[in-house]
């Protein structure tokens, strides 16, 4: 697939997730597709120290990792940037109950894996925090 050319956006979008390869590949992904910076984290400190330093349009993150798990990093992010969206990628099984989500009312969507990029690309679209979405929201049959 040709990625369409797009206005250049500052905001980006951030990742998170601690399956180093995995995280390289789908940065490497969405950065070819979308119109906007995608900056990937391995560690969820090192993306917490980044953010001061970001304009941050939407965050991606995993729900399994060694640190804190992805809701706990999305409650510090709220902290700090509340009304940036997020994204959950998880192979997490069990569902999250009104409790730990009341804590992460940024959460707009749970993504199961596996899933195909263009999914989250088209959820990022849709949840973006800014005025032109970073991906076509439709893929002309692609």
């Not at 993150?61 to 992010?77: F, V």
Request: some cysteine; overall charge neutral; proline content about 8%.
């Amino acid at each position: 697939m040709t990625a369409l050319p797009r206005a250049h956006s500052t905001k980006c979008v951030i990742l998170v997730d601690d399956e180093k390869a995995y995280i390289d590949l789908l940065e490497q992904l969405l950065a070819s597709h979308l119109s906007c910076p995608v900056h990937s984290f391995s560690h969820a400190s090192a993306a917490l120290k980044a953010l001061p330093s970001l304009d941050v349009g939407l965050i991606v993150t995993d729900y399994n990792m060694p640190e804190i798990d992805g809701l706990q990093l999305l409650a510090e992010i709220r902290l700090r940037l509340p009304s940036v969206p997020a994204v959950m990628i998880t192979a997490h099984e069990g569902n999250f109950t009104e409790q730990q989500l009341a804590k992460v009312p940024n959460l707009k969507v749970v993504i199961r894996k596996p899933f195909k990029w263009t999914i989250l690309a088209e959820h990022i679209s849709q949840y973006w925090n800014g005025s032109t979405p970073p991906f076509p929201m439709t893929r002309n049959g692609q």
